[in-house]
Nanobody
């Protein structure tokens, strides 16, 4: 029904920056919250940042002051600007969107991107 296309991952040195992008496609009536999650080897998936349709934002404590989430409402695209990256930021990053596919949908549901690898290493 809905696919989330991610881009922007890669390999950077500590202190470097990356910007992740996520664009939904498919049957979309409206999108509520969008966000980024990450999962490092041997660890649970965790919320990194989230932005609602009203532009309220939430960040994990570990990324506050370093990461910035934003949303292009015309493109339904969400971005994650990551600055001052640290080795502990290394993980697979997943885009998430809460989507109502049509006006007849009973409720919105969550969709996930395929994940993009972010590696921070010297």
């Amino acid at each position: 029904q809905v696919q989330l296309v991610e881009s922007g991952g890669g390999l950077v040195q500590p202190g470097g920056s990356l910007r992740l992008s996520c664009t939904p496609s498919g049957m979309i009536f409206s999108i509520n919250a969008m966000g980024w999650y990450r999962q490092a080897p041997g660890k649970q998936r965790e919320l990194v940042a989230r932005i609602t349709s009203g532009s309220s934002k939430n960040y994990a404590d570990s990324v506050k002051g370093r990461f910035t989430i934003s949303r292009d409402y015309a493109k339904n695209t969400v971005y994650l600007q990551m600055d001052n990256l640290k080795p502990e930021d290394t993980a697979i990053y997943y885009c998430n969107a809460n989507v109502r596919s049509s006006s007849s949908s009973i409720r919105a549901r969550d969709y996930w991107g395929q994940g993009t690898q972010v590696t921070v290493s010297s």
